[in-house]
Each structure stands twice: as C-alpha cells, then as structure tokens.
C-alpha cells in the first residue's frame, strides 16, 4: 500500500499542520506496516504553469515538440506520485482564507485531462478512483466549514474532479482563538483512525 503526503506550509519549523501530519503518518504506519510512504514538500518550490506547458497539455505526446516534454515533465512525475498512491494526505494551512500558492500550484500540474480527468459527453469524469484522502488543517483564525473557509471546500471540489471522493478533514483551527484546544481534538480524530481504504 502506497501514500503520497503533501506538505504546504510556508513554514518547517512550528507548523501545526507538519507536526498532525507527522502524527497523523506515526498512527498509519502502526496499523498498516505495510505503508511504504513518498513525501512531496510542495513549499520547497512548485513551478507555476506557463504557455509551454499549456501547448504541451493540448498535444498528444507523440507530437510534443522536445520543449514541451521538457517542460512538462515535473507535471508528469507528480501525476504518477499521485495515481501510484491508495491515500492522499496533504497538510494545508489556511491563508487567507484559502490554500497556500504551492498547493495551487501543484493542484495546476495535477489537474491532467487525459491522465487524471477526462472529458465525456456527460462532463468532466475524473480518473483516480479508490483511493482515501485526508486534508490536516490549520488555521489561526479561520472556523472549518464556515463561510470564511474556502479552502476545504476547494480541496474537495478539486479532488472530485480528479475522481478522490473519500475524503475526510481533521482540522485544528481557531489556533489564535482557542489555544492548544483544537489540536488536541484533532489527535483525538486521528487516535480513531481505523481504516485507509
């Protein structure tokens, strides 16, 4: 079984989303010894998407000119991170509402017609299925599913479209409110954690 983990903080040191990430893959890897988990740190630096890579996206491969291979190339390595993957965990912060630049940014390089949706007379379909996601959130202000909050929402509307539907969200928000409480609730939540898929 396979994990793709997904961090966007800005920050390495004193994120709470890093430290219920962390956690969150500790209690995983208790229950299923078999996890073999790949980290993808998005705030490292995600290239954001450009002319060439959108003609690229547009040509079928046999007809890629060698700048549009090359340029989409990292696009084509975190498509294949993504589909090896049975569970999606990504931790987001929320700024400013909504979801750190990095995660955009990987979501666009995602985000593949032909690889990861495809078109059909019904509509967008999305093509990655069977597989559970966990969203681990934080906020320092932000109340979780309140209209403030547009970045779960988000989060799940995109990962539909991809075809992830099983999605579940544990969150320590109000940080600057509450205190240390809403961290404690979410390592309640991840204490009851059973099952991946």
Known sequence: MNALVVNSSGRTEYSVSRQLVAELMTELEIKHPDL?????DVAAGMPYVNDLMIAGFYTPVDA??????????????????????DM???????????????????IDLI???GLTFSFSADGPMGLLHDKKAYLVVASGGVEVGSPY????????QVLGF?????VEIISADQLNLLGEQPIGSAREAIQRI???V
């Not at 073999?36 to 993808?40: D, L, T």
């Not at 060698?66 to 975190?78: E, G, M, N, R, V």
């Not at 909050?149 to 799940?156: I, V």
């Not at 991809?162 to 099983?166: L, S």
């Open 88 to 106: 999606l965990i990504i931790g987001v912060p929320i700024y400013n509402f909504s979801i750190p630049a990095a995660l955009k940014a990987w």
């Open 111 to 113: 985000a593949r017609a």
């Open 149 to 156: 909050d547009m970045a779960t929402p988000y989060l799940r």
């Open 194 to 196: 059973h099952a991946i």
């Open 36 to 40: 073999h988990v790949h980290y993808r």
């Open 64 to 85: 890629r000119s060698a700048d549009q291979t090359q340029a989409l190339a990292f696009s084509d390595l975190l498509v294949q991170e993504l589909k090896a993957a």
């Open 162 to 166: 991809v075809g992830i539907t099983d």
